[in-house]
């Protein structure tokens, strides 16, 4: 006897299967296709809800950047939903109720304890992704709470601010930001701001058609290494760009695939042309500490000292080098990255500080 009609459970399979196939036109790879769609049709429902990224990562055999990049261009296509969880700092019991970042405020109180706290985006705010319904509907045996505990337990949870320095959240998500006059703090931040150096004197050799090629193709090189090390770029300030990243290995890693990069830059393009004068000076600087995140013309954006010094650290760059602090020193484990980083530190003074910091100037070589 034929069969007219077709089990929920295949209608909810293949709609998986069409929605998950779409994720092509984001340069999803149908092997990353294939290992998602056996995920969401057939892993425990528990693993569906609220679910650790970390948890997927493992499963899909992806690195947490590939497998947070997936989930994001899912949820572009709503695939999954996105959870900011809040974790009370008292009781320890978890607020499930922000599906949005907009609803995430500078002080945060527990339901259940009623304790009230600043909105930590490194130690309370967390991201778990769920399955959604109309793709495959999950029953009360889903939310279970010692399993997530024992997933967190076993892999660590993603922080919100992790999310927040993903370059895909921020290109697909622009306007997914706080309430303004509210903010979340950071504990831990890098921020890295580069500039060019002579750079009016650029356009006035070349001509602002030549140069604005020259400068673009700077910020592609630029864009790619930072999302390659795990940031994302927050904001371009005329030539110059300011990227956040939540570890300082990633941070000093990418300023030296810049230069490393520009160098090589600079020498194909005076191969190109014939000449030696097709030289653009990258100027560098990192610093690492607390901020605050905030809304700035309608983008997710960083506000403190900690910025302000990154800044200035960076002006302190003669360019082709990098200037970075001792707080970032500090922070940074794979100092081998660093071996060529110039010896004593020198003590500078920066305008809207009231002592002196250490800073360290290095080069950086192909």
């Given amino acids: 006897m034929l069969n007219l009609f077709k089990s929920s459970k295949q209608i909810n399979n293949q709609a998986i299967v069409e929605a998950v196939e779409f994720l092509g036109r984001y340069e999803v790879g149908v092997v990353e ?3 998602l769609i056996n995920f969401l049709q057939n892993e425990d429902e528990r693993s569906l809800y609220h679910t650790n990224p970390r948890l997927i990562s493992e499963r899909l055999d992806l690195s947490e950047q590939d497998t947070l990049q997936l989930l994001v261009v899912a949820l572009k296509e709503g695939i999954v939903t996105l959870n900011w969880d809040i974790q009370c700092p008292k009781c320890h019991g978890i607020d ?3 599906t949005q970042l907009g609803e995430i405020t500078t002080y945060h109180v527990c339901p259940a304890c009623h304790h009230k706290h600043e909105s930590d985006a490194d130690q309370q705010v967390r991201v778990t992704f769920s399955i959604d319904e109309r793709l495959r509907s999950l029953s009360e045996r889903a939310d279970d709470l010692g399993f997530r505990n024992h997933v967190d337990a076993e892999y660590g949870v993603v922080s919100g601010h992790r999310l927040l320095t993903l370059q895909k959240f921020r290109d697909l998500f622009p306007r ?3 309430p303004p006059n509210e903010s979340l703090l950071i504990r831990q931040v890098t921020i890295l701001f580069t500039d060019l ?15 604005y090629s020259l400068v673009s193709q700077h910020f592609q090189i630029l864009f790619k290494i930072v999302d390659q090390h795990h940031g994302a770029v927050i904001k371009t ?5 300011m ?6 290995d990633d941070g000093i890693k990418a300023a030296i695939a810049m ?5 090589k830059f600079n020498g194909l393009a005076n191969q190109a042309s014939g000449s030696t004068d097709n030289q653009l000076i990258l100027k560098v600087g ?5 901020c605050i995140s905030v809304t700035l013309n309608d983008r997710a954006d960083y506000f403190g000292t900690t910025v302000n010094t990154a800044a200035r650290v960076q002006a302190l760059s003669q360019g082709n080098d990098i200037v970075f602090t001792a707080d970032l020193l500090s922070r940074v484990k794979a100092i081998t990255a660093l071996k060529n980083y110039i010896g004593d530190p020198n003590y500078v003074t920066l305008k809207g500080l009231s002592e002196p910091i250490a800073v360290f100037r290095m080069t950086a070589t192909p």
């Fill in 286 to 290: 990192v610093h690492a500490g607390a």
């Fill in 237 to 241: 300030i005329g030539d110059a760009i």
């Fill in 243 to 248: 990227a956040a990243f939540t570890s300082p």
């Fill in 259 to 263: 230069q490393v990069e520009m160098q």
């Fill in 176 to 178: 997914e930001t706080i």
């Fill in 33 to 35: 296709q294939k290992k």
């Fill in 96 to 98: 499930f109720a922000a």
């Fill in 197 to 211: 150096a002579g750079s009016t004197a650029l356009y006035s050799q070349k001509g602002d058609s030549q140069a």
